[in-house]
């Protein structure tokens, strides 16, 4: 997973389409993976589209969600809904955030660029969730 997970954090800090959404936004997002004690978080920050393994180094991100991993890979793959899956995922928004309409975009942009993460770790996203963490 981790391998998916590095693949993913560089692919949202120079995908084309993800940082123009991103700036626009002005947004740090972190996710914790609760069953694998693992974190990391992209977003603009700075002038700059950032991400890394861990929490936000200068500030916290503004958005923080946790799930267990299946649940994560789930609803990257397309295997679940995140309206089914919001009963398996904590979502918690610092301060004064709303979620803009763009959020949707980002999801739609995150699951793309996960699909490829997982395809250059050599992972098909036709297998179940289950099967592609058990290869990591």
């Given amino acids: 997973m981790q391998k998916i997970l590095k693949a993913l954090i560089e692919r949202c800090k120079t995908d084309a389409e993800l940082v123009e959404l991103m700036r626009k936004q002005r947004i740090m997002l972190q996710y914790t993976l609760d069953d694998l004690g693992m974190e990391f978080h992209f977003g603009f920050r700075d002038g700059d589209i950032v991400g890394d393994f861990g929490a936000p180094r200068k500030k916290a991100a503004e958005v923080h969600l946790s799930s267990t ?3 994560f890979d789930s609803i990257l793959l397309g295997h679940k809904e995140l ?15 709303k ?14 660029l996960y699909k490829a993460a997982c395809d250059e ?7 179940t969730p ?7």
Avoid at 83 to 97: C, D, H, M, R, Y
Avoid at 99 to 112: D, N, Q, T
Avoid at 121 to 127: A, K, L, R
Avoid at 130 to 136: G, P, Q, R, V
Wanted: aromatic share 2%; no cysteine; hydrophobic share 45%.
């Fill in 121 to 127: 770790s050599n992972i098909s996203y036709t297998e």
């Fill in 99 to 112: 979620l803009s309409k763009a959020m949707p975009k980002i999801g739609v942009e995150l699951k793309r």
């Fill in 69 to 71: 991993a299946e649940v």
């Fill in 83 to 97: 309206k089914e899956a919001t009963i398996e995922l904590n979502l918690s928004l610092i301060g004064k955030v």
């Fill in 130 to 136: 289950e099967a592609a963490l058990a290869k990591n």
